[in-house]
T-cell receptor, first 114, second 112 residues
Framework: GAGVSQSPSNKVTEKGKDVELRCDPI?????LYWYRQSLGQGLEFLIY????????KSGLPSDRFSAERTGGSVSTLTIQRTQQEDSAVYLC????????????FGPGTRLLVL | AQSVTQPDIHITVSEGASLELRCNYS??????LFWYVQSPGQGLQLLLK??????LVQGIKGFEAEFKRSQSSFNLRKPSVHWSDAAEYFC??????????FGKGTRLSVIA
């Protein structure tokens, strides 16, 4: 596609349930980032992929959060046993290192944990 | 520590007036600097970026920003604001293939 896509656009879940958020980066972009945007916290880095490897997971807030990337393309962010404080917009960005280093963002997934 | 400060949480300007949004950063390496805009319910759109060279950079929608190393600043400007510019603006800093560090954003309101 022309840009970064994310699904679902909105997700409402009950506390304690698991959720999966999907990111499709721009074709050919080798680097992929997950960020979280919540009220009062701004935009926080979660995890970075280069290809299928995640050299930087330092932003994941707890072991309930995990992510994987397959085929150097699609990435899935999984939140297990969701808590109300996980409610936020989860943004994905991709870039092609060496081609201007600009990160292009998807529209985000708005997660609400009841 | 790496950080970005946007001192103004909310700014209101009249349509047609000039605009300056402030951004100060703290970064150990040579910074790459970005301004993104976010409209309600939307993702982040890149307005402009600075990597090197000319310290005055031009972006989309008539925006420009000036990198001042001595002041660790990268302020965003627009000579004449349009109602459609109402949005949230984020300044960010990075260095090559690294996660971006964002400021907390400045919300811009435009009044007639």
């Amino acid at each position: 596609g022309a840009g970064v896509s994310q699904s679902p656009s909105n997700k409402v879940t009950e506390k304690g349930k698991d959720v999966e958020l999907r990111c499709d980066p721009i074709s050919g972009h080798t680097a992929l980032y997950w960020y979280r945007q919540s009220l009062g916290q701004g935009l926080e880095f979660l995890i970075y992929f280069q290809g299928n490897s995640a050299p930087d997971k330092s932003g994941l807030p707890s072991d309930r959060f995990s992510a994987e990337r397959t085929g150097g393309s699609v990435s899935t962010l999984t939140i297990q046993r969701t808590q109300q404080e996980d409610s936020a917009v989860y943004l994905c960005a991709s870039t092609n290192p060496g081609r201007g280093e600009t990160q292009y963002f998807g529209p985000g997934t708005r997660l609400l944990v009841l | 520590a790496q950080s970005v400060t946007q001192p103004d949480i909310h700014i209101t300007v009249s349509e047609g007036a000039s605009l300056e949004l402030r951004c100060n950063y703290s970064y150990g390496a040579t910074p790459y600097l970005f301004w993104y805009v976010q409209s309600p319910g939307q993702g982040l759109q890149l307005l402009l970026k600075y990597f090197s060279g000319d310290t005055l950079v031009q972006g989309i929608k008539g925006f420009e920003a000036e990198f001042k190393r001595s002041q660790s600043s990268f302020n965003l400007r627009k000579p004449s604001v349009h109602w459609s510019d109402a949005a949230e603006y984020f300044c960010a800093v990075g260095s090559g293939n690294t996660p971006l560090v964002f400021g907390k954003g400045t919300r811009l309101s435009v009044i007639a």
